[in-house]
């Protein structure tokens, strides 16, 4: 059953630093999410993208955050300066035309 | 691992008997709902889903109710088994934006 992967599956980096989280959606799905949650906290949405382009983000999807589909099957979140705050499990989903998610494994960033 | 921080609302049923966890939404333009289950160190997972053009929908051995006139959803899971264990959190979202999740209730099954 085709899924969505996440790697790494924990980074660690300094306050300061920029990190790369990388998913691979589902291979004929057309809509592209990523969700962070805080630990011991509800899941929260950041973004969607569609078409190439983002359709919706949310609040905490500030000047910091960024996505990109760099090729057919990765899509990307950068952080650019991480905070400690940015600490969190983030989940990357993909989804077909029926608006059904479905989530990958998630990546536990750190930062210290 | 174990979550620290919030304490989520814990529900705890002998294996056998039926479960309800409830959720209450907050945007009456929601027009999807989802219940997700997630167990601990792993994404959320889709268990059922409704549009808000119907009162109840059911699947294998869960079935969920919603209640427009008080904006609650309710997530029905029929003969509870020790796999069920898991946080289970709803999902609503108004044409496929704005996803916003509840925080989870912890389902705890007991022998």
């Known amino acids: 059953e085709p899924e969505v992967t996440q790697t790494p599956s924990h980074q660690v980096t300094q306050m300061g630093q920029e990190v790369i989280l990388r998913c691979v959606p589902i291979?004929?799905?057309?809509?592209f999410y990523w969700y962070r949650q805080i630990l011991g906290q509800k899941v929260e949405f950041l973004v969607s993208f569609y078409n190439n382009e983002i359709s919706e983000k949310s609040e905490i999807f500030d000047d910091q955050f960024s996505v990109e589909r760099p090729d057919g099957s990765n899509f990307t979140l950068k952080i650019r300066s991480t905070k400690l705050e940015d600490s969190a499990m983030y989940f990357c989903?993909?989804?077909?035309?029926?608006?059904?998610?479905?989530f990958g494994p998630g990546t536990r960033l750190t930062v210290l | 691992g174990e979550s620290v921080g919030l304490h989520l609302p814990t529900l705890s049923v002998q294996e056998g008997d039926n479960s309800i966890i409830n959720c209450a939404y907050s945007?009456?333009?929601?027009?999807?709902f989802i219940w997700y289950k997630q167990e601990s160190g792993k994404g959320p997972q889709f268990i059922i889903d409704?549009?808000?053009?119907?009162d109840k929908r059911q699947g294998q051995r869960v079935t969920v109710l919603l209640n427009k006139t008080v904006k609650h959803l309710s997530l029905q899971i029929a003969a509870t088994q020790p796999g069920d264990s898991a946080v289970y959190f709803c999902?609503?979202?108004?044409?496929?934006?704005?996803?916003?999740f509840g925080p989870g209730t912890r389902l705890s099954v007991l022998p």
């Open positions: 409704i549009r808000s053009n119907m």
């Open positions: 989903a993909s989804g077909d035309a029926t608006d059904t998610q479905y």
């Open positions: 999902a609503e979202t108004d044409y496929g934006q704005n996803f916003v």
């Open positions: 291979s004929n799905h057309l809509y």
């Open positions: 945007n009456s333009a929601s027009d999807y």
